[in-house]
């Protein structure tokens, strides 16, 4: 279960940024994931709202983007998604290489935004 590690790690950059910002509550955190960080979304999203009891993002919902495994074709430069699963898809259609390829995306974890409500005092 590695959502875990992910979680808390995000959740930490999340109060942190919220503090720094002066927020008084955090209202959404938006994250892309990657197709490869092979994600369960009900469990990360579950483990977010457990870990932010007590916190300034207690109430955020968490909102996911999921990105698609693309890659470049090492040989002529050609651009297709990737499916680990189907040996078929990882021959490039512009050239016929067979597993010859760069990943460009579907690996990322990354914070997009946070929103947040400012603090009155």
């Known amino acids: 279960m ?18 720094a910002a002066g927020a008084a509550e ?3 955190v938006h994250l892309e994931v990657g197709e490869g960080r092979d994600i369960v979304i009900d ?14 993002a207690e109430n955020a919902r968490v909102v996911i983007s999921a ?8 040989r002529c430069g050609e651009e297709f998604h ?3 699963k ?9 050239c016929g290489a ?8 579907g690996n990322e974890l990354c914070i997009n935004k946070i929103e947040a409500i400012p603090r009155t005092w």
């Open 43 to 56: 469990l990360f999203e579950s483990l977010f709202q457990f870990l932010a009891r007590g916190s300034v």
């Open 86 to 94: 189907d040996r078929l898809s990882q021959t490039c259609l512009g």
């Open 67 to 74: 990105v698609p495994y693309r890659v470049r074709c090492n």
């Open 2 to 19: 590695h959502e875990m590690a992910l979680v808390r790690s995000i959740m930490e950059v999340v109060i942190e940024e919220a503090e």
């Open 26 to 28: 955090v209202t959404a």
């Open 98 to 105: 067979d597993r010859d390829y760069t990943l460009i995306s």
């Open 82 to 84: 990737l499916d680990f």
